[in-house]
């Protein structure tokens, strides 16, 4: 007896979503990244405003002084929708936790003498406050942000910024025995020590922008730019330096993260700034006037954790960097020249 099997093949007589093809074509295939993405922002059928704000709509351009003909105009270069962002972050966990059982099995942070073990506590551990900051404002930008394409990225960045709160808090137990005497101290350090207040007054300044295009520029772009590099750079190389490798290990994922992240916050910031010249003109204006502020908050940690002299130098490094940063995208940020302060500007600091 003998049998046959025969295929068939089925002809797909769409390629995609109805509204994915009206954008992109009928006969063109969507990524699942585009169909995570696209026009997916509400837009019709609000019965009422919001009672706590009655002047805007429920989902409302007009909360940003941004402009833009397309808003989807927005795009991620990671390609992050909910899958591909999970995956990533979950295989990126799992090094992370390999790095974390290695640090401690080494005893390369808990055998260190006490004062080096005070000194990375007493820098890193009150970050994680300055990381619930950031969590905090890109949640107003995905609350009160318009299109997906903007808002579903900000929501991953606030979900990443708790992961971070959370390892650098992990690093204060490795160095406390997991006592949590050094969360406790890294919160009374956020709270009252001089040399935080300046950093944290802009955090919390920054949590009462209504303009939620401001807050992502000024966190994502303007924080970050400035505070990634001189914690995850400077300060990380020095502390590597003084006490091996074990910190650096744990700060691997805060390193990667930036770098990836950037990509998406400089696309799109740079779409933003093409679209018109009043955005890019308004975009410089945040800029000028939240950047002197930031680096002004972070000179005095800078000189606790490296010195003088290594702190105008670092300061300056990546105030120029952010600088050339901006001028790729687009915008044309003057100098503010505090990171050349003399050396006797920062010694007034370190006494202040």
């Not at 506590?121 to 905090?136: I, K």
């Not at 691997?252 to 400089?266: G, M, N």
Request: with cysteine.
């Amino acid at each position: 007896m003998q049998i046959d099997i025969k295929t068939s093949s089925v002809q797909q007589i769409r390629q995609t979503f109805s509204h994915i093809a009206r954008r992109l074509g009928a006969d063109k295939a969507a990524s699942r990244y585009q169909e995570a993405t696209l026009e997916l922002q509400p837009e019709v059928n609000f019965h009422y405003r919001p009672l706590w704000e009655p002047d805007f709509e429920l989902y409302d351009k007009g909360r940003t002084a941004i402009r833009m003909a397309d808003w989807y105009a927005f795009k991620d270069p990671r390609q992050y929708y909910y899958g591909t962002y999970t995956i990533t972050r979950a295989r990126q966990q799992d090094a992370m936790e390999k790095s974390l059982e290695f640090v401690v099995k080494r005893g390369l942070l808990a055998d260190l003498p006490d004062e080096a073990k005070t000194k990375i506590a007493h820098f890193m551990v009150p970050l994680r406050h300055a990381e619930w900051g950031a969590n905090t404002n890109n949640c107003f930008i995905t609350g009160y942000g318009w299109g997906t394409a903007i808002t579903q990225a900000t929501m991953f960045h606030s979900m990443d910024r708790l992961g971070l709160a959370q390892y650098l808090s992990r690093i204060g137990l490795v160095l406390d025995g997991n006592q949590g005497s050094s969360l406790t101290e890294g919160k009374r350090r956020w709270l009252d020590e001089p040399a935080w207040q300046g950093l944290r007054h802009t955090l919390e300044d920054l949590m009462v922008v209504r303009d939620w295009f401001e807050t992502l520029v000024v966190q994502n772009l303007v924080i970050d730019g400035l505070l990634y590099p001189l914690v995850y750079r400077h300060v990380d190389r020095a502390f590597t330096q003084q006490y091996g490798p074990g910190l650096g290990m744990l700060n691997e994922f805060a390193i990667t993260w930036f770098d990836e992240s950037s990509r998406w916050v400089d696309a799109t910031i740079k779409t933003a700034a093409a679209e018109s010249e009043a955005n890019a003109t308004l975009l410089n204006q945040w800029i000028s006037t939240w950047r002197p502020r930031v680096l002004e908050a972070l000179k005095p940690l800078a000189i606790e954790a490296l010195g003088v002299g290594p702190a105008a130098d670092a300061l300056q490094e990546i105030e120029q960097g952010l600088t050339a940063r901006l001028a790729k995208l687009g915008l044309e940020v003057s100098s503010s020249n505090l990171a050349e302060a003399t050396s006797a500007g920062y010694t007034e600091v370190t006494h202040g």
